[in-house]
């Protein structure tokens, strides 16, 4: 059985992995799971949502997955600015307050990531491999 809520991430991105420590440290819930879009299930995953794997290479991969309900007949897989919305929201207070920037319309908000991801190991920087993650959240990573 999986867990409700997967992110996938790109597990060689700097950006990614601040970002997976950021959401990790303040989902005291734990609804979050991780998988890195490198691994298996990752590959899956990106598949699943459109995206171009060829072997190893994440082709066209360039969004972030909120992936829901894996396993089931009811998968819900969100990207980009949808995605980050619907984590933000799940973090609760004061991150729910993100969703005032859903009234900038949706093509505006995804532009604008869509620079954000292209540009992501030029301004951020690119791990060599998948970063390890920290023992104390090790559990909640699938690979």
């Known amino acids: 059985m999986f867990p409700r809520y997967i992110i996938v991430y790109d597990g060689v991105c700097k950006l990614c992995h601040g970002s997976v420590n950021f959401i990790l440290s303040r989902d005291t819930q734990g609804i ?3 998988c890195a879009a490198q691994s298996d299930l990752g590959t899956k995953l990106t598949h699943a949502a459109g995206f171009n794997n ?3 290479a994440l082709r066209d991969y360039e969004s972030l997955l909120l992936v829901q309900n894996w396993g089931t007949d009811r998968v819900l897989i969100e990207q ?3 995605a980050f919305f619907s984590i933000m929201c799940g973090l609760g207070y004061p991150y729910k307050a993100t969703l005032l920037f859903k009234l900038v319309p949706k093509f505006m908000r995804n ?5 954000l991801a292209k540009n992501r190991y030029r301004w951020f920087g690119k791990y060599a491999v998948c970063q390890l993650p920290n023992p104390d959240y090790e559990r909640r990573f699938i690979n």
């Not at 532009?111 to 620079?115: E, G, L, T």
Request: glycine share 8%; net charge neutral; aromatic share 28%.
């Open 80 to 82: 980009k600015s949808a």
């Open 54 to 56: 060829t072997g190893d």
């Open 32 to 34: 979050y799971w991780f």
């Open 111 to 115: 532009r604008v990531y869509d620079i």
